[in-house]
């Protein structure tokens, strides 16, 4: 992804403040309430494929909020740890975002 500067810096900065508690257009809720709603689906069938060590690729990933969410989830329900996830998105606002999640 192009590395932000300026303005976009300082939206990423704000988003990543703000992501948890924000409500999405896309999800209808905050970061929170959509992984409250998933907990119960991501801690019963992502391990059963999963372990320590493990690879997840989404694409179109967008922000890669479902991807944070589901390494938390995954971390608190079964102590799953040292995932690595990828993905790709066309849209480059989203990509960086994605890109600030995860460092």
Request: glycine letters at 10%.
């Amino acid at each position: 992804c192009p590395i932000p500067t300026g303005t976009e810096t300082a939206d990423l900065t704000e988003f990543l403040q703000t992501f948890r508690d924000a409500q999405y257009e896309d999800w209808g809720m905050s970061y929170n309430q959509v992984k409250e709603g998933m907990r119960h689906f991501k801690s019963t069938y992502f391990p059963l494929y999963l372990q320590d060590g493990g690879t997840i690729y989404e694409s179109a990933c967008g922000n890669g909020l479902n991807l944070f969410m589901t390494l938390e989830i995954l971390q608190e329900t079964h102590g799953i740890e040292n995932l690595f996830v990828y993905g790709n998105d066309r849209e480059v606002g989203p990509a960086n975002q994605a890109s600030a999640v995860f460092e």
